[in-house]
């Protein structure tokens, strides 16, 4: 069926809209798609800093154990491959534990752990919990494997043929380090790195070559090659079943030793897992062998023959290989010794210090000496030091021992006993030479046996005693050994010996006669005397005293006195004893020789007398001037008693004119004098006094018992100083104030004049002014001039006995009263601004002050002027002011223009009121009301304009939420986004219309 050209057209123009809808649909779509993405991302600020905020970062990667598990080892930490990279270890906290049955026991809190016997066969954990302050979480655990027993050491690497089987042709010797013990010969097959069970890290299988799972490192980049060698220390390296042994890799598991066969571990922590390396490149590490000695010669210089004590020297032993060593001890030396250094452990790089010094026991002669020295290791590594001496011919030295008798003792014997026994004194050469000993002289001590020639070596006794008939005395004596050749220091024998005199038993006292003081009849006291024994033989005394009874013995200090000490005793007369003499014999005697000596005591009570002496009888204070302030000095007259019996006084009193004063007295103002003894009263004049013009004299009074005159009399004057002068001229005063007060005071008066005293010379005097007398008048406002007369008053203690006159004036001059006069200018209108306008709803109460000028003048005086506020007036009304505050107010109801007019009268003051004087004054302020038309606020009574307040901007603050990100460029976005999909939105909307 055809097509007309119409239908073609249609059918073609419908194709083009249904192809251009669909575009328009596909482009709308990728609109809509791409604006939904922008506004996806215009929410992700929100989203990201929401899921940020107070986020903490997780514990990463692995933890591992580095150091072999046999007991004896070191355990220790490794956060190598633990992340984030870089922490350390203080930034964590470990746990060690091992499995003891049902129960888990914790081991240690350190970064290490050293393994224990108790440990063998357990599988040791270590947990390291990261501290709060990393802002880590989580935490990490790591396993070791079963710790072997103390001395199992990992297995190294072969270096024979490779997959050779144990005891086949190519595998070598395993030769055990130093110190570790020796384990049975076997042939080690590559391997791959093993894993210990439970340790939780993976390994390569067995069977299965290192290169397939194990990333290589970088050849001779040492750090790669630790980091690729997982959990150091945890992993060993075991042989693998035969069946699963790769063909062609050889682990490198130590290092080659130079010089021995086989290999052994080079350091404490095993390098367990394989390097990795490239077949061509594999190659292991030899061992080597290494020990020199610094410095290699040794040289002790001369020594002299039978040397002792030579001082060693040292040389250092430094291990130069990879591999620990240890040493051999080291004998069969000549001339040397070495100190023991057998089975001593010098690790690889590690140094020590060896003594070494010339050997004693051989005595070597003279000569020259010298000797290669061997120090091995059980390794065969050598070190060789050359040490030499030289011996010289010995020098002669004299030398002397005493061998016994050192010290000797004699003992002590009496005045002409016969001298003790001779004691023995063994001497000995010494010295390497022939020495001859003299014989030492001495004034107490007799030497037998000396001088004598003493060959080296040689022993020789003499002896010593003391001399006959010494005298009483301690011979302690030092016998010098003088000797040829002569020694420094010399020897000295200490010889001790004391001869004692006789026994003699005798003694002295102070006095035969002890005569005590007479005493009057009815004494109740009598003064103790003392009598001194002293012994004067040479033996102890045993005395013992005895009397009649009319004196009182007193116990002896002592009744044992050795020689020439003392004991003493007191004797006094009996209280109560009659009038007359009194004698009494007291006897000493030693009981142990039977001496006795006689003491005679005397003393007499005689019959009671009562006399007293007073000195002086007379006191003169001399004199002060009338208001003195400092008292004359104080002075005493004593009294005593001069006769047998004893007063009883009576404390003397203070006069009215004298302070008196006595010590010694009692609570009752009694006190007993006794003959011979003085009482002191002291006297001194109170302060005060008046004038008189005679002078004070009274009687200072002891009363007495004994109705005894007990009296001295005191005087002192008081009187007044002599004025010689008086300066009456007091000048003159002018210009005061008019209206001045008339008072001394007011008019300027001096208070003081000027008076000369003889005995106390310029003197200030007061003066008394008559001012009331004067012909001022002070309410007068003319000039005056006036004289005021006065009156010198002296001072208490000034007379005037020679009548000078006290009489004395001032000229006085005051100025006339200058009027205080207000000016019209100052009279102002408070309260309404002139010119202002003021606006009113329906009326407005303006109020107003009128102030005057010199209305403040409280204190006017004759001829003052003011201006006092009389009336006002405003628009045709107005009032007089009827307060004394000249303050008003009147309400205006209509818009106007308005004039106010105040009127102040002036007035003048005439002395006694205020009177109306002059022209007065009119003031006016000039003011609009005008309505409002809109409310006004209320209005305040004051007619002052004010003006509108400035408002202050109110501001608002975002909520802080803590994210100080920057979102304004998010946030355009997001409205960016919004309108271009409401703008799409929009668009389509009206293309369907």
């Known amino acids: ?31 809509a798609v791409f604006m939904t993405i922008v506004l996806i991302l215009s929410f992700l600020p929100a989203v990201t800093f929401a899921a940020s905020e107070g986020g903490a970062q997780a514990l990463g990667g692995e933890l591992r154990i580095k150091g072999f598990p046999a007991v004896g080892n070191k355990l220790e930490a490794d956060l190598s491959a633990v992340t984030p990279a870089g922490l350390t270890k203080d930034k964590f906290t470990y746990t060690w534990t091992k499995q003891e049955g049902a129960q888990t026991k914790t081991l240690s809190s350190a970064d290490s752990y050293t393994l224990a016997a108790a440990d063998e066969g357990a599988v040791i954990k270590l947990t390291a919990v990261p501290k709060p302050e990393t802002g880590l979480t989580g935490q990490l655990v790591k396993e070791s494997g079963k710790v072997n027993k103390q001395g199992v050491t990992p297995t190294p690497a072969p270096t024979g043929t490779p997959g050779a089987a144990a005891g086949s042709p190519g595998a070598p010797t395993v030769t055990p380090a130093a110190g570790e013990t020796q384990q049975s010969s076997v042939t080690p097959t590559p391997q791959a790195a093993y894993e210990p069970e439970g340790t939780g890290n993976s390994s390569v299988p067995t069977g299965q070559s290192d290169t397939e799972n194990v990333t290589n490192p970088e050849p001779e980049n040492t750090q790669s090659q630790e980091s690729n060698q997982g959990n150091e220390g945890t992993n060993s390296s075991i042989p693998a079943p035969a069946a699963e042994q790769p063909k062609t890799e050889e682990p490198v598991v130590g290092n080659t030793v130079q010089g021995t066969e086989g290999t052994q571990p080079s350091s404490d922590v095993f390098p367990y897992q394989n390097t990795n390396e490239d077949e061509n490149n594999t190659q292991p590490e030899k061992k080597t062998f290494g020990m020199e ?56 790089g590690e140094s020590k210090s060896v003594k070494i010094k010339p050997r004693e026991g051989k005595k070597a002669k003279e000569g020259s000496y010298k000797e290669t020295i061997e120090i091995t290791t059980v390794d065969n590594a050598q070190a060789t030091v050359t040490a030499s001496f030289q011996v010289t011919e010995e020098e002669e030295k004299p030398g002397l021992t005493i061998v016994s008798g050192k010290s000797l003792d004699f003992g002590k014997t009496e005045e002409g006993e016969t001298a003790p026994k001779a004691q023995e004194v063994t001497i000995e050469n010494s010295g390497n030479v022939e020495i001859s000993v003299k014989k030492p002289e001495s004034d107490a001590y007799e030497i037998s ?45 200490s010889c001790k010996y004391k001869v ?110 009562f006399k007293v002496s007073v000195s002086p009888r007379y006191l003169d204070f001399g004199s002060k001037l009338v208001g003195y302030t400092e008292s004359p000095a104080a002075q005493s007259f004593r009294v005593t008693n001069t006769g047998t019996g004893t007063l009883t006084l009576k404390k003397p009193a203070s006069t009215d004119v004298f302070q008196v004063t006595a010590e010694g007295f009692d609570a009752e103002g009694l006190k007993q004098l006794k003959p011979g003894e003085s009482l002191t009263v002291t006297v001194q004049p109170k302060l005060g006094m008046g ?29 007044k100083a002599t004025l010689i002068g008086v300066n009456t001229n007091m000048g003159a005063i002018e210009g005061l104030p008019n209206g001045s007060p008339k008072t001394a005071e007011g008019l300027k008066l001096p208070k003081t004049t000027t008076i000369y005293v003889k005995e106390l010379g310029k003197v200030s005097a007061s003066i008394s002014w008559n001012v009331e007398g004067c012909d001022y008048d002070p309410s007068s406002t003319r000039d005056q001039k006036f004289t005021v007369y006065g009156t010198i008053l002296l001072p ?9 006159s006290l009489s004395t004036w001032v000229e006085v001059s005051v100025k006339a009263y200058d009027a205080k006069v207000a000016k019209a200018s100052d009279n102002r209108i408070e309260g309404i601004e002139n ?127 803590g994210d100080e990100t920057p979102i304004g460029a998010w946030v355009a976005v997001f409205v960016v986004a919004v309108g271009c999909i409401a703008g799409i939105l929009i668009y389509q909307t009206k293309k369907r219309k």
């Open 1 to 31: 069926m055809g097509y007309n050209k119409t239908e073609y057209k249609r059918e073609k123009s419908g194709h083009k809209e249904l192809k251009e809808g669909k575009e328009s649909m596909k482009r709308k779509r990728i609109i």
């Open 293 to 348: 000695a610094e410095p290699g010669e040794l040289d002790f210089g001369k020594l002299e023959e039978g040397y002792k004590d030579v001082p060693a020297k040292s040389v250092t032993l430094k291990n130069t290989g990879n591999v620990d060593l240890t040493l051999n001890s080291v004998t069969s030396l000549s001339y040397f010794e070495v100190e023991e250094i057998g089975g001593t452990l010098l690790k690889a």
């Open 449 to 493: 046996g000396l001088p004598k020639t003493l060959d080296k070596g040689e022993k020789y006794t003499f002896t010593v005693r003391p001399k006959s008939n010494l005298s009483p005395d301690n011979y302690s004596e030092s016998l010098v050994l003088t000797t040829s050749p002569e020694l420094d220091p010399k020897l000295s024998i």
């Open 500 to 609: 004692e005199t006789k026994k003699v038993y005798d003694f002295e006292v102070t006095s035969r006669d002890m005569k005590f003081p007479n005493a009057v009849e009815g004494y109740t006291s009598v003064e103790t005397q003392e009598m001194v024994i002293t012994n004067t033989g040479n033996q102890e005394l045993d005395l013992s005293l005895s009397n009649r009874g009319d004196f009182i013995i007193g116990k002896l200090s002592r009744s044992k006195i050795g020689p020439n000490e003392s004991a003493s005793f007191t004797v006094t007369p009996k209280i109560g004893l009659g009038q007359g003499l009194h004698e009494d014999t007291i006897k000493i005697k030693d009981k142990n020789s039977g001496k006795e000596v006689p003491i005679l005591a005397y003393f007499t009570v005689d019959a009671q007398t």
């Open 691 to 719: 004038y008189n013009k005679d002078a004070y004299v009274q009687a200072i009074t002891v009363q007495n018992n004994n109705d005894l005159k007990i009296e001295s009399q005191a005087a002192f004057r008081v009187n």
């Open 796 to 804: 208490s203690n000034v007379g005037n006995p020679y009548q000078l």
């Open 835 to 961: 010119g202002a306008t003021y606006k009113m709803d329906k009326s407005i109460t303006m109020k107003f002050k009128a102030i005057g000028a010199g209305m403040t003048n409280t204190s006017p005086r004759k001829g003052d002027v003011r201006y006092l506020p009389y009336d006002w007036k405003v628009g045709g009304y107005g009032e007089k002011f009827d307060n004394s505050d000249y303050e008003d107010s009147f309400k205006v109801t209509k818009a106007n223009k308005y004039t106010l007019k105040v009127n102040f009268i002036r007035q003048e003051y005439n002395g006694e009121q205020w009177v109306k004087k002059g022209e007065s004054d009119t003031k006016k302020v000039e003011f609009i009301i005008k309505s409002s038309d809109t409310k006004s606020s209320k209005n305040t009574g004051k007619a002052t304009a004010t003006k509108k307040p400035t408002p202050t901007p109110k501001t608002k603050s975002a909520v802080n939420t």
